[in-house]
């Protein structure tokens, strides 16, 4: 009886988890060149961007002296160090948020909804790879693409949701939300 082959190819170490769509998106590719006696040596540095599109997010960097290869190396730093973002109604952030990176800073603002993606090359592709639709981010300070998704991580990583706030201060969500709604309930009524 003959066996029917496994998907994959590789015996299921590389297989992701089922539901686990990942996008990937090349940030950049840097190519550097050794000078040895016989000439020059030349390798590639990528930056990748991987996301789900629901909340998760990961960067990675790979260097290799082929690019497919670098390309393949900063993927599974990315997939290995993924984070979840709260996200308010799937779209956007919570809050504003601020954050840093050596001497790249940047300022990330949620915005209403149809904004789109309003941010600079490096940090649309954390946002697209996230799957936040409307934001608008500010990048201060250096243009280099690997302080830019490093400070990004950074605010992203400070974000919280309404619900781990009351969690942490032991309250409800409607605690914390209830002086601007009672406060709007009293000047309705004058």
Known sequence: MARE????GRGGRDREREGDELVDKLVTIN???KVVKGG???????????????????YGAGKAREVPEAIRKATERAKRGMIRVPMKEGRTLHHDVAGHFGAGKVVLRSAEAGTGIIAGGPMRAVFESLGINDVVAKSLGTRNPHNMVKATFDALTRCASPRSVANRRGKKVAEIFGKRDQAAGEAADV
């Open 5 to 8: 082959p496994r998907e994959g």
């Open 40 to 58: 020059r040596r030349f390798a590639f540095a990528a930056l990748v961007v991987v996301g789900d599109q629901k909340g998760r997010v990961g």
């Open 31 to 33: 190519r550097v060149a």
